[in-house]
């Protein structure tokens, strides 16, 4: 393995962590929290869900789930309510704030980002986290075999 992606060069971050790092700024920057923009979505378009039914559309832990539902009830952009049908399930729907959010227009990006670089650098940028993807693509089907 090439030593600079072992170690970080004199005192700096790894490149991975770098890298997290800038993800996580564009992330925020693009329209924050990719699960709760989801969240919001998938209640928008069904009215409501139960948690364990968003947990399994969305794939991820139910510990997980519970601390980001919480978060977004306590911002008031959802609710938690005893279901009408049967009073032991809990289900989810979002206020009119919630609404509103939905409705909002997601941003494609923030060039302003990216202004700390000159134009021959963001084409550079472009091309090596264009071979990053490559890669990816490329062990993701020998993986899958598809």
Request: aromatic letters at 2%; hydrophobic letters at 35%; proline letters at 3%.
């Amino acid at each position: 393995m090439d030593e600079e992606m072992k170690a970080p060069e004199e005192g700096g971050e790894s490149l991975h962590a770098l890298f997290l790092q800038c993800s996580n700024i564009i992330s925020r920057r693009i329209g924050g929290n990719a699960s709760r923009r989801r969240i919001i979505a998938l209640l928008d378009e069904r009215g409501e869900l139960t948690q364990r039914q968003l947990r399994e559309l969305l794939g991820i832990q139910a510990g997980s789930l519970s601390e980001l539902v919480s978060r977004m009830e306590k911002f008031g952009v959802i609710t938690r309510a005893p279901d009408e049908k049967d009073r032991r399930r809990i289900v989810l729907r979002l206020t009119d704030l919630g609404r509103e959010r939905a409705r909002e227009p997601r941003p494609i990006g923030d060039d302003r980002l990216f202004a700390a670089l000159t134009a021959d650098e963001r084409a550079q940028m472009r091309r090596m986290l264009q071979k990053i993807v490559d890669a990816h693509n490329k062990w993701k089907k020998e993986v899958d075999g598809k």
